[in-house]
């Protein structure tokens, strides 16, 4: 098996030449490093880099853990994670819990096991502070968590509802129902906030409004959508916790004969790939999923290039708390209209 001894030999550089080149650190000419690539290249020679975690104290790898990649949210946001992550030269392990508190637990007890230099995290908003634990950094991404010191990213939540409902209540609207996501989760809660502080600047009772809460799932908003078509006084619009919601209630108004907008509109949030090809296109709340993702690693490798660096105690340096808030956008398409009545 080829060794960076060998390398060195055929290329007739030093080991430490060598080393340079393959971690890029360091002044190498660009004669020398073409010499040792190709040397590389003619030796099959592939870097254990087990071995160069254990010395170095680094793994050049990544985690992230997303609630659901089914969800077509999160293979956007992983994909803003991993042009990052790529551009800086790490590796990302994407980890899908399933929205599982056992998933989640299970994920990242095993990167802690392989070393990864951090994790990016959206939880399923069950970690506690010993599960998470304080000797490796953590961002917490799309999603907070009450009661844990950890620094976030994420979108205004809150803003951004507030900002649909208005919407909705400037088009005449005074019967606006909610899908909810599910009550333990921060996104969720916090557009439930902006929901409840549009309608009361609005001089509309929130609990006088429909709030459903479930998962943030199309299958809910089928199933959700169904429930308040049945109830007795049906609302003249919907406000949707995510476009997966969203695109749930509009396939059982399809199913039912329900014209959308003309006798309800439905509002969704993210902004994901397929809103804006729906029939009718939806109008939603635009997140910057990719700017999300790209502030998220920033962030994290900015934490584990402090936290390498002991403080006066010896110990690792701890967490700050801080939070990139990033603010979101009302897209206005045809999912929307004015009541009929």
Not at 50 to 63: F, M, N
């Amino acid at each position: 098996m080829p060794t960076i001894k060998s390398v060195a030999k055929l290329a007739g550089v030093s080991v430490s030449t060598v080393s340079r080149v393959l971690n890029s650190s360091g002044y190498v000419s660009a004669k020398t490093r073409k010499l040792v690539m190709d040397a590389v290249a003619k030796l099959d020679f592939r870097p254990n880099h087990v071995a160069r975690s254990l010395v170095h104290r680094e793994s050049k790898t990544l985690g992230l853990i997303v609630p659901d990649i089914a969800n077509p949210y999160f293979p956007a946001l992983a994909r803003s994670v991993e042009d990052a992550a790529s551009a800086a030269g790490y590796v990302v392990i994407l980890c899908n819990s399933g929205n599982m508190e056992e998933s989640e637990t299970r994920y990242l007890s095993w990167l802690r096991q392989r070393m990864v230099d951090g994790v990016l995290l959206a939880s399923t908003n069950q970690v506690t502070p010993e599960r998470l634990g304080q000797d490796w950094p953590v961002v917490l991404l799309d999603r907070d968590l009450e009661g844990l010191n950890v620094d976030s990213v994420r979108v205004n939540n809150f803003l951004g509802a507030q900002e649909a409902v208005l919407h909705l209540v400037a088009l005449g609207h005074r019967k606006i129902a909610h899908l909810a996501g599910p009550e333990n989760v921060t996104t969720a809660k916090e557009r439930v906030a902006g929901f409840r502080a549009a309608l009361a600047l609005a001089g509309i009772n929130p609990d006088d409004q429909q709030v459903i809460h479930g998962p943030f799932s199309y299958e809910f908003g089928q199933a959700g959508m169904a429930q308040l078509l049945s109830a007795g006084e049906v609302p003249t619009a919907v406000f949707c916790a995510n476009d997966m919601i969203a695109l749930g209630a509009l396939k059982t108004c399809r199913e039912r004969g329900v014209n959308v907008p003309l006798e309800v509109s439905i509002c969704g949030f993210d902004d994901i790939f397929l809103a804006e090809h729906t029939d009718p296109p939806l109008t939603t709340v635009r997140q910057p999923i990719y700017e999300m993702g790209q502030a998220a690693v920033q962030m994290l490798l900015s934490r584990i290039k402090e936290r390498s660096q002991k403080t006066p105690s010896g110990k690792p340096a701890p967490y700050r708390g801080e939070t990139i808030l990033l603010e979101p956008q009302l897209v206005i398409r045809s999912t929307c209209s004015r009541p009929a009545n």
